[in-house]
């Protein structure tokens, strides 16, 4: 039986306990589901093929500029066209699962309305092809590529954006929910909130305080309301939601650092998880989110309740906070890690699997929370193509540490249901254009050509291995 040694790389704070912990695969158990996750427009192209619709990111990557070397989606992967072959890779890699995400605007090519048929098609041959490879999909309804169109109309600003996410949600339920039962409603709604509508780092690039508390309010609505939709409407669903984690450390024990810290846990943590429990919004660390009651109707409070089958927890890296009187409202600031001498991924994030124990850790508390499932967790670096071979060392040992503290939360009780790792591809990183590689397979992105790097070996070694 394979196992594997927790790498003690940081002999202080980013590792677990037990430094001589020893892992394989069964000590997860075998109804442990092991996956990787993919988004619609990090990996399809085919942008203006078929019907597709526009979405913000269309827009938002054409403006100079907001892309790092002003990189395009238009053909990205070409997962469109490509789609038999990377799912072979899923299983080449000893996957089971795959996650992912509808192209809103390729169903409703104007967000709402008439539908287009071939996009269905689409998705209906994605879907039956991964059950033909005994592959089980992951739906995510929402991964942030709003239809520029209902932008066009005040997108999440717009309260009637409920209703016509609503009217989505329906459309990919009754034409995939006969074979798709597990299904993610939104995918990291903070950072649609933080990025898209206040920093405008993000499509539709939109800044200003003023817009992000309505939006926040009407995520969190959609993020309910969706998942009231499949349930009336697939029969079986496993249903979750994505939410986007880190585990907060104060800079300090002064009290402002301290104040300071929960102030951004609020927000990065608990915005959009303790609705849906029934606990409102986190107001009792941030009191500035009780101007949100502003935006709320009567009857909101319980809309924005929903008993999820599982918590989504997308964790890539831990933060450190400190008092800061340079930033209104929130008054703090992050720590960068390249300033405290702490492992960091080619994104300048901690690598910091003891913060991966400790958010899940902080998570199983609530009382309201079933399941949890791992439904992002990876890491971009530097990698090294030679001869036909992508050595990605650090990648590889990103992934035994951070498994190895999910393994240690599991022992002691946290109900971790899956593991999907991110990602199965290089893809359009978002604002990163293509400079981040997250993936298990390197992509050529001038001539498509796919390569399962190190990482993507060892994940095959670990999952097949013949004598679990």
Known sequence: MKTFDLPGADPSKNKTEDDDLKFSKADFGDDFCWGTAT????????????????????????KNGKIKNNDKADVACDFYHKYEEDLKLVVQLGFTEFRFSISWSRLLPNGIGSVNQRGIEFYNRLI????????????????WDLPQDLENRGGWKNREIVNWFKEYAHLCATHFGDRVKNWIILNEPMAVAGLGYTTGLH???KKGLWNFLPVVHHLALCQSEGGRVIRENVSDAYIGTAI????????STKPKDVAAAKRADAVMNRLFLEPILGLGYPVDAFSYLSNIKKYMLEGDAERLKFDF??????????????????????WLKEVPAKLRNVPITAMGWEVSPAGMYKILKQFSEYKGIRDIVITESG???????????????????????????????????????????????DNFEWAEGYSARFGLVHVDFET????????????????MDKNV
């Open 39 to 62: 988004a619609a427009f990090q990996i399809e192209g085919a942008v203006k093929e078929d019907g597709r619709g526009a979405s913000v990111w269309d827009t938002f990557s054409y």
């Open 128 to 143: 039956d092809k991964c059950i033909e490879l005994n592959i089980t999909p992951w739906i995510t309804l929402y991964h």
């Open 203 to 205: 499509a539709p690039g």
């Open 244 to 251: 986007s984690c880190s585990f907060v450390e104060p800079y």
């Open 309 to 330: 089958d599982f918590i989504g927890v997308q964790n890539y890296f831990s933060v450190v906070i400190r008092h800061s009187y340079r930033v209104p409202v929130l």
């Open 379 to 425: 890491a971009a670096f530097t990698d090294h193509y030679v001869d036909g071979e992508v050595a990605d060392p650090e990648r590889e040992a990103f992934f035994k540490q951070y498994l190895a503290a999910i393994l240690k939360a599991k022992r002691e009780g946290v109900n971790i249901r899956g593991y999907l790792a991110w990602a199965l591809t």
């Open 448 to 463: 498509q050509k796919r390569t399962v790097k190190n990482s993507g070996k060892w994940f095959s070694e670990f999952l």
